[in-house]
T-cell receptor, first 114, second 114 residues
């Protein structure tokens, strides 16, 4: 793994609480992608961000979900008022500037909603 | 838009046997093609990628894949598998000229038995 760091690795929330997932990309990478993996499903694209900009959020649910990648600090995926259906593994990936054809993935954050 | 179909959700094989994991894609534009491997409770690791050039691509751990444009396929092969190859394998595509955003298949669970 090229060093994408995600935390927490495991998160348990009760329905109605907020979940915040953090992602620090590989040093020097300026592009961050978030994916969600449901049981028995592949990874589904959620959002693509560059520093301080959301480039493509076509996979983000319209409500309760938001993402940011500030100038300083990690990228944050925020889920408000979680429901059981939000239980999944959330993966962050990063890529360097320019087109290299590869995403570097973190080990994921596994959210369980009780 | 692109889509990826992995025809087999599970593939059991015996150690030292050959294996082929099938992947077909659909796209109205030219694409790049990837295979990723996911070990239990871990993130995704790139096995190999096709960007251009030779249609036979060699990757890590003895895997290779062949891009067949007429059949829109990118099947993954290994001539002799090991127990340690037990994992889930994902085929993915991204749009040429676009971002690194990947569209994934649902995955194939490869189980190598002694």
């Amino acid at each position: 793994n090229a060093g994408v760091m995600q935390n927490p690795r495991h998160l348990v929330r009760r329905r109605g609480q907020e979940a915040r997932l953090r992602c620090s990309p590989v040093k020097g990478h300026s592009h961050v992608y978030w994916y969600r993996q449901l049981p028995e499903e592949g990874l589904k694209f959620m959002v693509y961000l560059q520093k301080e900009n959301i480039i493509d959020e076509s996979g983000m649910p319209k409500e309760r979900f938001s993402a940011e990648f500030p100038k300083e600090g990690p990228s944050i995926l925020r889920i408000q008022q979680v429901v059981r259906g939000d239980s999944a593994a959330y993966f962050c990936a990063s890529s360097p500037p320019g087109r290299t054809g590869e995403l570097f993935f973190g080990e994921g954050s596994r959210l369980t909603v009780l | 838009a692109q889509s990826v179909t992995q025809l087999d959700s599970q593939v059991p094989v015996f150690e030292e046997a050959p294996v082929e994991l099938r992947c077909n894609y659909s796209s109205s534009v030219s694409v790049y093609l990837f295979w990723y491997v996911q070990y239990p409770n871990q993130g995704l690791q790139l096995l190999l990628k096709y960007l251009s050039g030779s249609t036979l691509v060699k990757g890590i751990n003895g895997f290779e894949a062949e891009f067949n444009k007429s059949q829109t396929s990118f099947h993954l092969r290994k001539p002799s598998v090991h127990i340690s190859d037990t994992a889930e394998y994902f085929c993915a595509v991204s749009q040429q000229g676009g971002s690194e955003k990947l569209v994934f298949g649902k995955g194939t669970k490869l189980t190598v038995n002694p």
